[in-house]
Nanobody
Framework: QVQLAESGGGLVQAGGSLRLSCAAS????????MGWFRQAPGKEREFVAV??????FYADSVKGRFTISRDNAKNTVDLQMNSLKPEDTAVYYC??????????????????WGQGTQVTVSS
């Protein structure tokens, strides 16, 4: 039983920064793959970043601007977002997978999801 809750979204100017946080509850947290996805209106849910047993991976669209990190002692996963662009506007979701799935870019790999937090980047 895992519950996820995102926070930290908001409205920022292009070029600004936000830090999203995901608080997780449940057993064996350190063994879960923890990912961030986003979904803009009219678009499919899109992979952003993940930290899992193989390492840390990013979507090409955010590489060099976003940083994912986890604190197992606090059961949190953060997403630091710098140099934000209007195209980053979306609802951002935290997701967890305990199955050691291989395709971390696919939303179908993840078993648990938060409710999402809105990120809006104005020009």
């Amino acid at each position: 039983q895992v519950q996820l809750a995102e926070s930290g979204g908001g409205l920022v100017q292009a070029g600004g920064s936000l830090r999203l946080s995901c608080a997780a509850s449940g057993r064996s947290f350190s063994s879960y793959a923890m990912g961030w996805f986003r979904q803009a209106p009219g678009k499919e849910r899109e992979f952003v970043a993940v930290v899992e047993w193989r390492g840390i991976f990013y979507a090409d669209s955010v590489k060099g601007r976003f940083t994912i990190s986890r604190d197992n002692a606090k059961n949190t996963v953060d997403l630091q977002m710098n140099s934000l662009k209007p195209e980053d506007t979306a609802v951002y979701y935290c997701a967890a997978d305990a199955s050691l799935g291989y395709n971390y870019r696919s939303p179908t790999m993840y078993d648990y999801w938060g409710q999402g937090t809105q990120v809006t980047v104005s020009s």
